[in-house]
């Protein structure tokens, strides 16, 4: 029964993963580029999927006493495409879209430097390629591709002369390049991926008052008026470890380590792109982080399989901000359907533990208690 059965056990499993980091207190991020795709059978695989995240965790301490009590994180969706063609026996490649980075918070009051609301998304488009031969009793994957980054950021700030209004872009291009080694029979699988970083200059445009951005110009103080911005900052290389292995008939035992260099991601800058002045700055200086996550599948038979995992996703603040440890249960069911098709769904729960900014003057820093974030996971896959 390791056959079928088992492929579908480890469907579940994926659908229990991308739950696994839902939370993202390991930086800004969010999903991952579904490349386990390219391990598929048959000619052309599709899937499509998406994850939705509620997190939830209330404000002890804020530089603006308004804001103790209130909760100013958002809740988001993940997005997941996929498809995968076969060129030959030996050769295959995959189209791959989600969204790995993001953020967004709206408080209740302003904060110390006037911000209301801010949010950002990294949107990914990628191709990723594989050459398998074969290997002892298995396959051996040979993994390369590239893929490029849509940056979107926006932030509304208040001020005595009106508001200020940060929209930011930018695209940039990376890569991908990996291992992997499968035995089918026995639904053993390993596979190490590097992801490499990026670094942004992403340009656009600040709008607000005369008097706030550019008194010089004797224009009336509460005239909005645009001002080219760049915003600069880092996004994280990541190493990721997968394994898997049937551990008896119709049961599955899966485990991911994921290392993140955070620790590039110091500040983002945002300056005016005419004379390099600093208009803000966010400090981070984080630590690299790691992601680790276990669990068990299980076939109940070849139609219906199932899967539980537990996730440790280790904050990587340092006193500057609120980004914590986080506890992730998480478990996934996978459906095959008499048109030949596979849905799976998954539920997940995180426990996020408090946080406290120490960087700061005691009046400036924040700090917020334990929380928890609810998730829920649904994808459907076809291939022929």
Same mark, same amino acid.
């Given at each position: 029964?390791?056959?079928? *059965?088992?492929?579908?056990?480890?469907?579940?499993?994926?659908?229990?993963?991308?739950?696994?980091?839902?939370?993202?207190?390991?930086?800004? *991020?969010?999903?991952?580029?579904?490349?386990?795709?390219?391990?598929?059978?048959?000619?052309?695989?599709?899937?499509?999927?998406?994850?939705?995240?509620?997190?939830?965790?209330?404000?002890?301490?804020?530089?603006?006493?308004?804001?103790?009590?209130?909760?100013?994180?958002?809740?988001?969706? &993940?997005?997941?495409?996929?498809? #995968?063609?076969?060129?030959?026996?030996?050769?295959?490649?995959?189209?791959?879209?989600?969204?790995?980075?993001?953020? *967004?918070? #709206?408080?209740?009051?302003?904060?110390?430097?006037?911000?209301?609301?801010?949010?950002?998304?990294?949107?990914?488009?990628?191709?990723?390629?594989?050459?398998?031969? %074969?290997?002892?009793?298995?396959?051996?994957?040979?993994?390369? +591709?590239?893929?490029?980054?849509?940056?979107?950021?926006?932030?509304?700030?208040?001020?005595?002369?009106?508001?200020?209004?940060?929209?930011?872009?930018?695209?940039?291009?990376?890569?991908?390049?990996?291992?992997? =080694?499968? &035995?089918?029979?026995?639904?053993?699988?390993?596979?190490?991926?590097?992801? %490499?970083?990026?670094?942004?200059? *992403?340009?656009?445009?600040?709008?607000?008052?005369?008097?706030?951005?550019?008194?010089?110009?004797?224009?009336?103080?509460?005239?909005?008026?645009?001002?080219?911005?760049?915003?600069?900052?880092?996004?994280?290389?990541?190493?990721?470890?997968?394994?898997?292995? +049937?551990?008896?008939?119709?049961?599955?035992?899966?485990?991911?380590?994921?290392?993140?260099?955070?620790?590039?991601?110091?500040?983002?800058?945002?300056?005016?792109?005419?004379?390099?002045?600093?208009?803000?700055?966010?400090?981070?200086?984080?630590?690299?982080?790691?992601?680790?996550?276990?669990?068990?599948?299980?076939?109940?038979?070849?139609?219906?399989? +199932?899967?539980?995992?537990?996730?440790?996703?280790?904050?990587?603040?340092?006193?500057?901000?609120?980004?914590?440890?986080?506890?992730?249960?998480?478990?996934?069911?996978?459906?095959?359907?008499?048109?030949?098709?596979?849905?799976?769904?998954?539920?997940?729960?995180?426990?996020?533990?408090?946080?406290?900014?120490?960087?700061?003057?005691?009046?400036?820093?924040?700090?917020?208690?334990?929380?928890?974030? =609810?998730?829920?996971? &649904?994808?459907?896959?076809? #291939?022929?």
């Amino acid at each position: 029964m390791y056959g079928n *059965a088992l492929k579908s056990a480890l469907g579940a499993g994926i659908a229990a993963l991308v739950l696994g980091g839902a939370a993202h207190a390991n930086g800004f *991020a969010r999903g991952t580029a579904d490349t386990d795709i390219l391990y598929e059978e048959g000619g052309f695989t599709f899937r499509s999927g998406m994850t939705f995240v509620n997190p939830s965790r209330e404000y002890t301490k804020h530089g603006n006493p308004a804001n103790v009590g209130t909760d100013a994180f958002q809740d988001y969706v &993940i997005p997941s495409i996929a498809f #995968k063609l076969d060129v030959s026996d030996a050769f295959r490649c995959a189209g791959t879209y989600t969204t790995p980075y993001g953020g *967004a918070v #709206k408080y209740a009051a302003p904060t110390l430097s006037g911000k209301t609301e801010e949010d950002f998304v990294i949107h990914e488009i990628a191709a990723t390629c594989a050459v398998k031969f %074969s290997a002892g009793k298995g396959n051996v994957y040979l993994l390369g +591709g590239v893929y490029q980054e849509e940056f979107d950021y926006n932030r509304f700030n208040v001020s005595p002369l009106g508001g200020l209004q940060l929209d930011l872009r930018g695209t940039e291009m990376g890569y991908r390049l990996g291992v992997g =080694y499968d &035995i089918p029979d026995i639904a053993l699988r390993a596979q190490l991926l590097y992801r %490499s970083g990026t670094d942004y200059g *992403a340009s656009g445009t600040l709008t607000g008052p005369a008097g706030v951005l550019a008194p010089q110009l004797g224009l009336p103080a509460t005239m909005q008026i645009p001002v080219r911005a760049i915003g600069i900052g880092h996004l994280p290389q990541t190493v990721e470890a997968k394994f898997q292995s +049937g551990i008896a008939p119709g049961w599955l035992a899966f485990a991911n380590i994921k290392w993140s260099n955070w620790s590039v991601q110091d500040s983002l800058d945002v300056r005016s792109a005419v004379t390099g002045q600093l208009i803000s700055r966010d400090i981070y200086n984080w630590d690299d982080g790691w992601t680790i996550t276990a669990g068990i599948g299980h076939a109940f038979n070849d139609v219906v399989s +199932g899967a539980v995992s537990l996730t440790w996703d280790q904050g990587v603040g340092t006193g500057w901000d609120l980004q914590s440890d986080v506890w992730t249960l998480a478990s996934g069911v996978s459906v095959k359907d008499t048109l030949g098709g596979e849905l799976r769904a998954g539920v997940g729960v995180s426990y996020l533990t408090s946080a406290e900014e120490t960087q700061y003057a005691p009046a400036v820093n924040s700090a917020v208690d334990d929380g928890w974030s =609810y998730a829920g996971s &649904i994808s459907y896959r076809v #291939k022929w």
